[in-house]
Nanobody
Framework: QVQLVESGGGLVQAGGSLRLSCAAS????????LGWFRQAPGKEREFVAA????????LYADSVKGRFTISRDNAKNTVTLQMNSLKPEDTAVYYC???????????????WGQGTQVTVSS
C-alpha cells in the first residue's frame, strides 16, 4: 500500500515557475514508477511526466517537454515536478501517482494522491 500527498500548487503568472512535491509512504517506494498527471476543468485527466523506479528514466508529454522536469529522491520517498515557463494552459489539478509499469497511460497506476491546484494567470 502506498499513500501519496502532493504539495506546492498555487497561483503564478505566465512565464513563472512552480515546484510540486509528492511525499509517499511505503517500503517499496523505490520500485514504483512515479508519475504526474493533470486534469483541467472540463477535460479528461492527462499524462504529464513519469520517472522509472529503477534506472531513473523519464518520460514527458510533448506539451511540457523542455519546460518541466520530474525527479525522485528514494531516500526521502519524494517525487518532484519542477515546472518552468508556465502557460495558462498548464492550469489544472495535478496528481501524483505510483504504479509498477513505466507508462504514460494512467491505467497501470495503482495509487493516486488527492491532487494540488495549479493556476497560471495570463
Amino acid at each position: 500500500q502506498v499513500q501519496l500527498v502532493e504539495s506546492g500548487g498555487g497561483l503564478v503568472q505566465a512565464g513563472g515557475s512552480l515546484r510540486l512535491s509528492c511525499a509517499a509512504s511505503g517500503r517499496t517506494f523505490s520500485s514504483y514508477t512515479l508519475g504526474w498527471f493533470r486534469q483541467a476543468p472540463g477535460k479528461e485527466r492527462e499524462f504529464v511526466a513519469a520517472v522509472r523506479g529503477t534506472g531513473g528514466s523519464t518520460l514527458y508529454a510533448d506539451s511540457v517537454k523542455g519546460r518541466f522536469t520530474i525527479s525522485r529522491d528514494n531516500a526521502k520517498n519524494t517525487v518532484t515536478l519542477q515546472m518552468n515557463s508556465l502557460k495558462p494552459e498548464d492550469t489544472a489539478v495535478y496528481y501524483c501517482a505510483a504504479g509498477w509499469t513505466y507508462s504514460a497511460d494512467q491505467r497501470p497506476y495503482d495509487y493516486w494522491g488527492q491532487g494540488t491546484q495549479v493556476t497560471v494567470s495570463s
